[in-house]
């Protein structure tokens, strides 16, 4: 009870410390006079959320950067899977594959999204395109890790129950790599999301990383942090969805590898 | 269990490194009952010509339902004694023979429990318990019931749908030992598997083990570091010293089951420790 009261007496107090901190940005805005091309008001970041949605403009945007990313997601994640199983079970795709796995993982990749552009046009398939590559190389590289990272006693075992190379894969290999695999899902979902902004922002008919630069050019500024506002609760819904199915999926996982993530932003985490 | 016809007259296989003295002392119903295990001049390099000898010629051999403990110090050899019989490493020379027929890779009539439990964490309890049934596809239904038996056996009941991080060390260690018998295999091979328990856990467990052999008789080939624990468990002790692993003293024990953990404040049972201990020291092992 102590605990639930304190809890919730800690809840008033974060939403107190958002609702000052917007206060004090507001009052500094006013009484130092700072233009709104510079610093808008929150008040005024607001009204422009609100137009923005009920004018249904910002619907519209937010639908095709969501599926862009939704679409990008799964596009390079599902090769991703493919491919990283390929590497981790062939020693000899390996070897043929490797020159280029690290060629790319080194590379920025929205550095290749103007290219993407001219290859595959101003519409959806260019951000598709783009979104998954940049989500493609974290599950790659956590794949690969994961599925090299059963214990060799565990190995033994099935070894010594005369399994075969297929059984210790499925029954080993993969349930013991979906740690890793989800910490890698985690990150390709963001990547995704970042993925199809840039290439937004490269050339695009709609969506809102095209919105944000559209209002750039008009000095919209409170439209563009009514619109990062948006990209920032999106970002936590889909992140939120990837958790949701990996707390389903790895129920058994209690020390929940906070270490993979990490990892995977070191090896794959290049955009 | 797999009934042998007799091997030949004194089949049991001759070992160059213990005396004739400790050869006439085994027991003649070992004799009898055919041999389960025969090891035969077993030899294991690592590496090339100048690599390491972890065994060297290792003798013995092990009867239907025979519990034979090999006692020996780290390094050894014993765990890749072990490893050769599971047929997960191949030896270099020598023979190793499971009913008559050579060890040359995984066989599915053996049982293994390693030093740590070795429990995939996806699976339950059950689960873990059927690995062995799943891999060699020998049926959920069926072998379920017989999980379950093995399950009271080792007083798990009610705890088939836990998973294995919610059990203790010494529970682990239980499902691990009902894993290497559900699929009746005629050899149960034991890697230390009470190493990493606490000393009061681990004399529980071995009052466990022997409770579990005298039901079941299974043939068991049983590594340990514990001379008291090989004592306690063992039909035949063979003791093994390092560079290069190799067995320096085989011998039965007499002491009549089932023991209990009195048994340990025994005067012969105090014989026993001291032979071994002195096979030990005579080979170098403890230093």
Redesign the interface.
Known sequence: MTRMTGGLVNFVLRLMLIAVTLAVWEALVRLLDVPAFILPTPSSIFTALYRGIASALYLNHIGITLAETLIGFVVGTVLAFALGIAVALSRSIEYFLYPFIVMFQAMPKVALAPLIIVWFGLGLTSKVVNAALVAFFPLMVNTIVGLRSA?E??V????????SRW?VFW??RL??A?PYIFAGLEIAMIFALIGAIVAEFVGAQSGLGMLIQSMNFTMDVAGQFSVLLILSVLGLILNGMVNGVRRRVLF???SQKVDAVASAQKKGGTL | MRWRPIAGIGGRPNNKNTSEETLRAVAPSIELAGNVITVRALSKRYGALDGVEALHEVDFSVGEGEFLAIVGPSGCGKSTLL?IL???IPASGGTALLNDVPIE????D?G?A?Q?P?L???RSVLGNVL??A???RLGRARMTERAMELLALVGLSGFEHR?P?QLSGGMQQRVSLVRALI?DPALLLMDEPFGALDALTREAMNVELQRIWLERRKTVVFITHSTAEAVFLADRIAVMTPRPGRIADLFPVELPRPRSLDVMTHEKFGGYVRRIRAALNAGGGIE
């Open positions: 214990e006693e565990k033994d075992l099935m070894r010594s129950l005369a399994a059984q029954m080993l349930p013991n979906m058994w996982d209690v | 490893k599971a047929g997960l890779g995984p066989r599915r053996i293994v390693f740590s070795v995939f964490p996806w690995l062995p799943d891999v060699q998973y991080w699929h």
